[in-house]
């Protein structure tokens, strides 16, 4: 402690410093710490939140290591990352690269890009699953014209109603509707990287595409790394959607996640303490993810 | 010659640019103008195959079997209650911490700062169940108090996004209005939040949209359709009305006209909120 914590403005720092922190403190304690360690806790008990907890010891987690539709929600939901994460950020990234120009109306291009991403899961799920209809949805219609145009006769998809495709479809929708958000982001990252480093390789020749390859994604790549971390552990955590679009993980559990089998044990079959393992193995799930991607990045991260 | 040729591969580079670019905002917009335009169709037009893009003639009455099926006014209300309160909560509590934890001298604070990183890293549904439990034990079940109260005690990530502005602003000014007898509390609100206007409206419009668009929260703790707001709602009426779509499409409508609002008046700064918080990530 230096001599200032015991001069008057060190004790009104302090004080003031508490009391401005009190109410964060305070929310850390009761959301955040305390619940995590109720959680953990929970997860080693029987309790249906009606009748007085039991204690099973490692029962729930020798159940989840044998619960097939747990790993059938983690595999949904591992395709569902899979399926999304690289998509979204590749897509996301070429989507900078072309409203990264100063043209005429260039803000508003970028404005609309970026819709999708405020408004609600809901009501965006809810077009979509009208779109995708098997019967009278627009993209089957779509489909139909362009096979007529090449001269094929397409049958209508069945896109939220097989196994197949139930879970592709969704992923589709939650890329269209995340691509402004990390846009936004690889944009400013792109207007960072100083002009002196483009010219220096145009200099030596190098053309535009071993620019990009050699200036723009070194430069850009600790946003890059931000941009993978924050869309894994969103993708990880997928409900919304699913919801809307697939109650139930319709059909056959082929889009069940693991938020939803949470949501399903705690709140319609009143497992609490079975749906905290589910929890916790979420954490585990999402720190190891996020634990490798922070080794990773030595790799490939210029800091 | 030479000029002319370089000045005609400009402009074709320009034209596909722009080509590109509208067929990439046709594939973002389709989906909202498809949605509106339903919501304009009878039942009969909706179910045509193949599909009219422009009904025949408006029928408002989609609009007016949602009013009268649900009590849509009342979700409205209840979301622009809650997400006030959500917005009120988290600026003024994680502004107070962020202030303290970027610009006061105080034993704790650093424990205080690694601990709001860590729970970064947890993912809100680990912690939702003994949240929920502690809600119901002190019988705050369906009601609003479980959606707003915790925004009152912050949050890690926007704690953390506000310390990272404060400490741009230059300390002399905290020391200058120390000197003239400004209590920290004080320098806060007259120095620090005025200048912290862009961050404080990106901070506030993220709010504004987790908490109007959030279907988990209200789903766990209300049972009143009362007292749902408009997206537990909606996902409440497609439940009952699984097959009228041009009245889903209605409510679909009415629930995001007020964030788009809100988007679109404040986009410029809110655009470039978010491109900064990246980048210190």
């Known amino acids: 402690m230096s001599v200032r914590s015991y001069s008057p403005l060190g004790r009104l720092e302090r004080k003031w410093g508490w009391l401005l922190c009190a109410p964060f403190a305070l929310g850390l304690v009761l959301f955040s710490l305390g619940p995590i360690t109720t959680a953990l806790g929970l997860a080693f008990y029987q309790w249906d939140n009606l009748t007085p907890p039991r204690f099973v010891g490692l029962a729930n987690w020798h159940q989840l290591f044998h619960d097939e539709l747990f790993w059938k929600a983690l595999r949904n939901t591992l395709f569902y990352v899979v399926g999304s994460v690289p998509t979204g950020v590749i897509l996301a990234l070429g989507l900078a690269l072309i409203v990264n120009a100063r043209l005429p109306g260039i803000g508003l291009f970028r404005t609309v890009y970026f819709t999708p991403v405020v408004t609600s899961t809901v009501a965006v799920a809810l077009v979509w699953t009208w779109v995708y209809d098997s019967n009278y949805g627009l993209l089957n219609y779509v489909i139909e014209q362009i096979g007529k145009l090449v001269g094929l006769k397409i049958k209508p998809i069945a896109w939220l109603n097989d196994p197949r495709t139930a879970m592709p479809a969704i992923i589709a929708m939650s890329v269209w509707k995340g691509l402004g958000y990390n846009m936004i982001i690889f944009l400013a990252a792109l207007q960072n990287v100083p002009r002196e480093l483009y010219e220096a390789a145009a200099i030596d020749g190098a053309n535009r595409f071993r620019q990009f390859w050699h200036v723009t994604l070194p430069s850009i790549s600790p946003v890059m790394f931000f941009v993978v971390v924050t869309s894994l552990i969103g993708a990880f955590q997928v409900f919304d959607q699913v919801y809307i679009m697939a109650r139930d993980g319709r059909p056959a559990n082929s889009t069940l996640t693991l938020v939803y089998y949470l949501y399903n044990h705690a709140f319609r079959y009143l497992n609490m303490g079975y749906a905290c393992t589910i929890g916790m193995a979420l954490f585990v799930l999402i720190g190891a993810v996020t634990g490798i991607q922070l080794v990773l990045q030595k790799k490939w991260v210029h800091a | ?281």
């Open chain 2, 1 to 281: 010659m030479k000029t002319s040729m370089t000045w005609n591969k400009k402009w074709t580079a320009a034209i596909v640019r722009y080509a590109v670019l509208l067929i990439i905002a046709l594939l973002m917009v389709f989906p909202f103008l498809w949605m509106v335009t339903t919501s304009f169709k009878s039942m009969e037009e909706a179910f045509r195959y193949p599909p009219s893009l422009i009904p025949d003639k408006i029928h408002w009455e989609n609009y007016r079997k949602l009013l009268a099926a649900l009590p849509i006014t009342r979700f409205f209300l209840n979301s622009v209650k809650i997400t006030t309160l959500n917005v009120v909560g988290v600026l003024l509590s994680c502004s107070m911490a962020a202030f303290a934890l970027a610009r006061l001298n105080f034993p704790g604070r650093t424990l205080l700062f690694a601990a709001a990183l860590i729970t970064l890293m947890v993912p809100w549904q680990t912690t939702l169940i003994p949240v929920f439990i502690m809600f119901q034990k002190i019988g705050w079940k369906d009601s609003h108090y479980p959606l707003w109260v915790p925004a009152f005690f912050g949050g890690g990530f926007a704690v953390f996004f506000l310390r990272q502005f404060f400490l741009g602003i230059p300390r002399d000014l905290y020391e200058a209005a120390l000197v003239d007898g400004l209590s920290p509390a004080g320098i806060l609100f007259r120095i620090y939040l005025p200048l912290a206007k862009p961050a404080l409206t990106t901070l506030g419009v993220f709010t504004f949209i987790a908490s109007w668009n959030d279907l988990l929260t209200p789903l766990i703790y209300i049972d009143t359709l009362e007292k749902m707001p408009l997206t537990a709602g909606l996902s409440f009426l497609q439940g009952q009305y699984s097959s009228d779509w041009p009245m889903m499409m209605a409510g679909a409508v009415v629930s995001i006209v007020p964030v788009l609002l809100i988007f679109f008046a404040s986009q410029r700064v809110f655009v470039e909120g978010i491109a900064t918080s990246g980048i210190k990530g």
